[in-house]
């Protein structure tokens, strides 16, 4: 009987051989996860961008570290999450990922879930939403910081760190306000148990 953590390694092997789509064609490295594999939360993001595909570490660019920066300074901790994104591979430029693209590579995301059980998946932007829930009236402003149960799991929408990029102020209301917000209302329930 494979750990858990054998099992993620060998599903990692798998998708480093990946040619499911032709995304392979284009990558340097698989962006597989980071974080702790048993965590309470998972993080699911959009796709690898630049700096993901030359190191193989989810949210590693600006963007990334913004997210992280928030993550730390609400006082989440090494072991509280695991990150992932909808696609193992970086769309070229940067654009959103294919129907087809995330279809191929969803047993992949499944199989992460399904091994690291998180208490709840936070869908970090709206790539991350539209493919878990399926309402397209659902816009990400409207989704953010809900919490849509489903089998038995929490489902939160948080703004994706990249539109907070573009807006720097902290007031009651603004994007990087209520990204915060989620984020220490996700510390909460974590802390609830
Ligand atoms: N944006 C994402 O959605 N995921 C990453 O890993 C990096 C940037």
Redesign the pocket.
Known sequence: MLTTQEQLNNLRLEVQKCTKCSLCESRNKI?FSDGCNNAPIMFI?????H??DITGI????R??QLLRKFMFDVGFSKDDFY?A?TIKCRPPQNRKPKTEEKEACKRYLEKQIELVNPKIIVL??S??LESFIQDKKLTISKARGQIFEIDNRKYIPIF???YLLRYHSMDEGTPRYLFKKDLEMIQELIKEG
């Not at 993001?45 to 961008?49: D, L």
């Open positions: 962006v993001g959009e796709a690898p961008g700096n993901e989810p949210f590693i660019g963007a990334g990150i994104n970090v932007g790539t991350a994706h760190p990249s």
